[in-house]
């Protein structure tokens, strides 16, 4: 089972999910024991599919760390908060939580995208 840890130490999941926002972005950061690396892969592609039917989402990418890390980032846009919180909290989710390898340590938090001008858009 993955073990989790806040990303935000003023912020957690649990209060950014009661908000109303949309669209946005999860981002999750997760760091194993590098011999874990084809669990976390499998567990991560499972979930992935849950996720990939329910409503609101909109898609998915999976980045790994280079020269050896065994630190991984799950980038996932949903169309607002309340959809991502009711695939979250869906019993059949939570209860693949349970199938990440023990070492694995997953920090999610939620983002809305920015505009800067002159370096990207809303």
């Not at 999941?13 to 972005?25: F, R, S």
């Not at 309340?82 to 983002?111: C, K, T, W």
Request: with cysteine.
């Amino acid at each position: 089972m993955a073990n989790f840890k806040e990303l935000d130490a003023t912020i957690t999941l649990a209060e950014q999910m009661q908000t109303q926002e949309g669209p946005i972005v999860l981002v999750n950061v997760f760091t194993i024991d590098p011999a874990d690396e084809e669990a976390l892969l499998k567990t991560w592609a499972h979930d992935a599919d849950f996720m990939k039917a329910q409503p609101g989402y909109i898609s998915t990418q999976l980045h790994k760390g280079i020269a050896g890390s065994s630190t991984y980032v799950n980038y996932a846009v949903w169309q607002d908060v309340e959809s991502f919180r009711n695939a979250f909290m869906h019993g059949e989710f939570q209860a693949r939580i349970a199938d990440y390898p023990a070492s694995a340590v997953a920090s999610p938090h939620l983002f809305r995208k920015l505009a800067v001008a002159n370096h990207c858009v809303a």
